[in-house]
């Protein structure tokens, strides 16, 4: 039986996260965790300098920032300076979250849809 434990468990990571951020820890734009996510036309079919931020623009569209660290399976502040960049250069664009008009509805959505994305790392 733990042998079968052993074979369930994550692999390690081989790649340090602050290679993939070039050693930055803090994102240039104010990203919280639930904001959604929305990717602008031009750059879908783009080629992207590495696998990491390729990756994260696969999946971040009509996302919120946690759902996105979870389905790349990287820490939520790497993922966050790899959004910022792109929001930076005009690829990504950050929805409206709730504001004091948002109705219930559209306030449960919201948390129902970040709780799944940090379930689910």
Known sequence: ????????????RIVRPFTITAGRTKPKVDLPVEATLRLQEHAHGRSWPNASIAHVVDVCHLRSVAE??????????????????????????????????????????LIERTLRGLRAF
């Open 1 to 12: 039986m733990a042998d079968q434990d052993w074979d369930d468990a994550p692999a390690p």
């Open 68 to 109: 996105v660290s979870a389905l790349v399976s990287m820490p939520i502040g790497v993922v966050r300076v790899l959004l910022a960049d792109l929001i930076e250069a005009g690829h990504v664009a950050v929805q409206a979250t709730i504001t004091s008009n948002s109705s219930s509805d559209q306030r449960r959505d």
